[in-house]
């Protein structure tokens, strides 16, 4: 159990951030019905995170800088220290993941690491598309994935 835990309201909905010591080990969407409210225990960490990820949605930070534990595998650690080099409004093919981790031939389980990803959208397993460019699978769903990826477009600095 995460020793801090907030709500975090978002254009995607609710969503559970959790931190453990000096780490951020959690944020998921809540499901729809989630009708109770836990009681939750904010921290300073918690607090400086809520920020960031509001002005994520604003538009105004394209990199998060917080201390990140999530847990995984060996494997699906590599894999979310990947996924954090894709820079914002950028994708990458599950392939090219894969690669960055260490293991070009291991796109499915890629697909897999994304699946379970335990600190969505920080670690930005949204960024990952199929090879030939399509959507590919979000475990919050691919409305969410298409919502986050056009936001990162509208916003994306000129390069």
């Not at 944020?27 to 990820?53: D, H, K, N, V």
């Not at 031939?105 to 335990?118: L, Y």
């Amino acid at each position: 159990m995460p020793e801090h835990f907030i709500y975090v309201y978002t254009p995607l909905g609710k969503m559970a951030l959790a931190a453990a010591d000096t780490h951020i080990t959690r944020l998921a969407f809540c499901p729809a019905e989630w009708t109770r409210q836990l009681e939750e225990r904010t921290s300073p960490l918690l607090e400086e995170a809520r920020r960031q990820l509001q002005a994520y949605f604003a538009g105004v930070r394209h990199r998060f800088e917080l201390p990140l534990a999530p847990a995984g595998s060996p494997f699906q650690r590599k894999v979310f220290d990947a996924l954090l080099q894709i820079p914002y409004g950028q994708t990458c093919s599950y392939r090219e993941v894969a690669r960055m981790a260490g293991n070009p031939r291991a796109s499915r389980a890629v697909g897999g690491a994304n699946h379970v990803n335990p600190i969505a959208i920080i670690i930005p397993c949204h960024r990952v598309i199929a090879a030939d460019g399509r959507w590919g699978g979000y475990a919050a769903g691919v409305e969410k994935k298409i919502f986050l990826l056009q936001l990162e477009q509208a916003h994306c600095p000129a390069g």
